[in-house]
């Protein structure tokens, strides 16, 4: 049976991951790839929580994050999209002349 401990690990590693992907990455699409994974790792974590305290609030929580998730990746894969279209191209380095 999975401790608390092995719900952290996993969710650390993975925040881990997910970061880097974010830092280090200048394709756009990677880069919400690695935002999608950051946020699972938070899920991961409350369900952990929620299986050890026998609450039912952070699965409402997980819910909620689980549709922020979603939308975030709609739009995100809109303005990937739309900035394909303008620019040829989806490399962050190459959109600073969006910058107000």
Avoid: C, W
């Amino acid at each position: 049976m999975l401790g608390f401990g092995d719900y952290l690990l996993v969710s650390v590693i993975l925040f881990f991951v997910g970061a880097i992907g974010v830092i280090f990455r200048r394709n756009l699409i990677y880069i919400l790839m690695s935002l999608e994974i950051m946020l699972n790792s938070i899920n991961i974590t409350l369900i952990g929580l929620a299986r050890y305290s026998r609450d039912t609030n952070p699965q409402v929580l997980i819910l909620f994050i689980l549709v922020v998730a979603a939308v975030e990746v709609a739009v995100g894969l809109g303005i990937a999209i739309n900035l394909m279209r303008v620019k040829g191209t989806v490399d962050v380095d190459l959109f600073k002349s969006l910058k107000g």
